[in-house]
């Protein structure tokens, strides 16, 4: 099977590369696409995912739509549901792989449902949908956006508007392609939206590009100003830095200059923030730069183990597990 992969892969290599149909072969864009598919349906009903994920990758990476959106087709929203979450898994290992690879002497395990003290702040591994969280003056939200980049990025849905009933300002981080929607779906009440350029940014978005951050904010009194009694802009800017690449490889990612200005901008020292998708951590690693308490909580117990390797290597040593809650 892995023989015939490469050479469909190759003849549609000099395809698209010479534009040329290879006639001596009898090969198409139709024959190719029927050769893919029928080696697809075997390896589906085979489980035999390796080799899907080779062919679906290939196509991704080199960027052989007509033939890719014909293939995802023809497969149907359930095969295609299916291979897009074990790639999710894959990529999944992957990022964790690497980014616990830091250099710590030991990583704690942490298991679901454990509570974690780190000085001043906590972290809980559990499902923040039902996290009984503290009382705080900010809440920040940077919930999955459903594209599929991880497991956790796939049939997520929104039920975290109890956060407006804990924090008197609400943040929550929507791509742009999600806000329209998101304000739909909340009965949180919406006051305005701040901005964040990310300078040296480059990631795509529907114009092609898409450096900055958009954020919701939320609170029941009428305007952030009447919360925070300070008179801030509506837009920061900021870079990322090569170590933050470095430091975390968590796909949805959150850049530090971001969370330490609007943090500071929007709470008092000794505030406490709460973050009920902690990630890779920068809300707690930009609380404590700035001296103020987070309290996390994050689904994934390998990201919650980053977290604390993150703790660990930033040189603080005072982590302990404080309770485990067993859920049903």
Not at 32 to 39: D, I, N
Request: charged share 25%; hydrophobic share 40%.
């Amino acid at each position: 099977m892995k023989m015939n992969i490469k050479l469909l892969v190759f003849n549609l290599r000099l395809m698209t590369q010479h534009k040329i149909l290879l006639k001596t072969s009898g090969c198409t864009l139709k024959t190719l696409f029927e050769s893919f598919t029928t080696y697809a349906n075997h390896f589906l009903r085979s489980r035999d995912y390796l080799n899907l994920l080779l062919i679906i990758k290939f196509l991704t990476f080199r960027r052989y739509l007509c033939i890719l959106n014909l293939f995802t087709t023809h497969l149907g929203l359930l095969y295609r549901k299916e291979i897009k979450q074990e790639i999710a898994k894959k990529s999944l290992e992957e990022a964790v792989n690497r980014v616990l690879g830091i250099e710590v002497d030991e990583i704690p395990h942490v298991n679901f449902g454990d509570v974690w003290q780190l000085g001043p702040h906590t972290l809980t591994c559990c499902d923040s949908s039902t996290w009984d969280a503290p009382p705080a003056k900010l809440a920040f939200a940077d919930p999955p956006y459903n594209a599929g980049i991880a497991d956790w990025d796939i049939g997520f849905e929104w039920q975290h508007d109890w956060l407006i009933d804990k924090a008197d300002l609400v943040v929550v981080m929507p791509c742009d392609e999600s806000l329209a929607h998101f304000l739909r779906t909340t009965t949180m009440p919406y006051r305005c939206t701040i901005a964040h350029w990310i300078k040296n940014g480059m990631s795509k978005s529907p114009m092609g590009y898409g450096n900055h951050i958009i954020a919701a904010v939320f609170c029941k009194k009428s305007t952030p100003y009447k919360v925070t009694r300070k008179r801030n802009q509506n837009y920061s800017e900021g870079i990322i830095k090569n170590i933050e690449t470095e430091d975390s490889d968590h796909p949805g990612r959150k850049p530090l200059d971001f969370m330490v200005t609007w943090i500071d901008r929007l709470t008092n020292p000794g505030e406490v923030v709460i973050d009920a998708f902690l990630g890779a951590g920068t809300t707690l690693i930009a609380a404590e730069q700035i001296g103020r308490i987070c309290h996390g909580a994050e689904i994934n117990p390998e990201y919650c183990g980053f977290v604390l390797g993150r703790w660990i290597k930033s040189g603080k040593e005072n982590q302990k597990k404080i309770k485990s809650i067993v859920y049903a």
